[in-house]
């Protein structure tokens, strides 16, 4: 196994694959035609919940061990049974489903 190249941003980093890694993920960068591709890989058991804004084009992966409930799935908040329409992540970067009858937000406990 090759030792891995840390040196995003220099020029080594235009020409050759780089990867970096922390406790949570890998980033990968491969040079390609006009530009690059990133490959971020969960390790350690966690999974990567990707989301797109679509005002600013920023990416953000939440990186958690549990990605939470899907759409569709009943669960309970609180004390009530609330079959999930759609899920967001706050700014505090906790998970909110909203409830397919109501279609409020709530912000589910992990």
Same mark, same amino acid.
Not at 14 to 42: H, Q, Y
Not at 63 to 74: F, M, Q, T, Y
């Given at each position: 196994?090759?030792?891995?190249?840390?040196?995003?941003?220099?020029?080594?980093?235009?020409?050759?694959?780089?990867?970096?890694?922390? &406790?949570?993920?890998?980033?990968?960068?491969?040079?390609?035609? $006009?530009?690059?591709? %990133? #490959? +971020?890989?969960? !390790? =350690?058991?966690?999974?990567?919940?990707?989301?797109?804004?679509?005002?600013?084009?920023?990416?953000?992966?939440?990186?958690?061990?549990? &990605?939470?409930?899907?759409?569709?799935?009943?669960?309970?908040? $609180?004390?009530?049974? %609330? #079959? +999930?329409?759609? !899920? =967001?992540w706050s700014g505090k970067?906790?998970?909110?489903?909203?409830?397919?009858?109501?279609?409020?937000?709530?912000?589910?406990?992990r």
């Amino acid at each position: 196994m090759s030792k891995d190249k840390v040196g995003f941003g220099d020029e080594y980093s235009k020409r050759a694959p780089t990867r970096t890694m922390n &406790a949570f993920v890998s980033v990968e960068t491969r040079p390609c035609a $006009g530009g690059a591709d %990133v #490959i +971020v890989t969960p !390790r =350690r058991g966690h999974a990567i919940m990707p989301e797109v804004d679509a005002d600013t084009g920023e990416v953000v992966m939440h990186v958690r061990r549990d &990605a939470g409930p899907r759409i569709g799935d009943s669960i309970t908040v $609180g004390r009530r049974s %609330v #079959i +999930v329409a759609e !899920r =967001r992540w706050s700014g505090k970067g906790t998970l909110q489903i909203r409830d397919e009858d109501t279609g409020a937000w709530m912000e589910v406990e992990r």
